[in-house]
């Protein structure tokens, strides 16, 4: 798979560890930075990667900021984009089992290398489980579709 990598400077100690354990499983990294330690806005280097996985220019995209969090935020609010904070094995496992995760967030300051490298691992090995699991991940979508459509219904009666 060809899968997009960004971070910010919270995230840059991670990045090198992350591409690492990518690639040591038969996958390409494209690096969209950041690569340098000064201070780079996290919605600005989230959105390198995630416009790449929107438009399928890449499989999947790994970013990495400080906690995650603001990363995870700007994720969630692509469309087609299952962002997914991981922490540990089990969420980075679960996030592909039930959510198809398709984006992959961790927090550089949160995490060590090490940890950062078990959790990419289990995201890029384990399957989507499917059935009763394959209806919700479709819901998610619909939501989006849902508020988009109510949103634009309240612009045209004001
Ligand atoms: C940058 O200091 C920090 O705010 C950022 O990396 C991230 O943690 C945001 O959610």
Redesign the pocket.
């Known amino acids: 798979m060809k899968i997009a990598v960004s971070c910010?400077?919270?995230?840059l100690l991670l990045k090198g560890p992350v591409k690492e354990s990518i690639i040591a499983h038969g996958h390409e990294a494209l690096d969209l930075g950041t690569h340098g330690p000064e201070?780079v806005d996290?919605p600005d280097m989230a959105v390198k990667a995630l416009e790449l996985l929107v438009r399928g220019a890449c499989d999947r995209a790994v970013l990495i900021?400080?906690?995650?969090?603001?990363?995870s935020m700007c994720a969630n609010r692509m469309p087609g984009v299952r962002g997914a904070l991981c922490h540990d094995g089990y969420t980075a496992r679960m996030a592909r089992l039930h959510n198809d995760a398709n984006c992959l967030i961790l927090?550089?300051?949160v995490l060590g290398p090490g940890v950062a490298q078990d959790i990419v691992e289990l995201w890029l090995a384990t399957p989507f489980e499917g059935g009763r699991h394959l209806e919700r991940v479709r819901k998610i979508e619909k939501i989006r579709e849902q508020t988009t459509q109510a949103s634009k219904g309240e612009k045209r009666s004001t």
């Open positions: 910010d400077h919270g995230g201070s996290y900021c400080g906690t995650g969090i603001g990363m927090g550089g300051r």
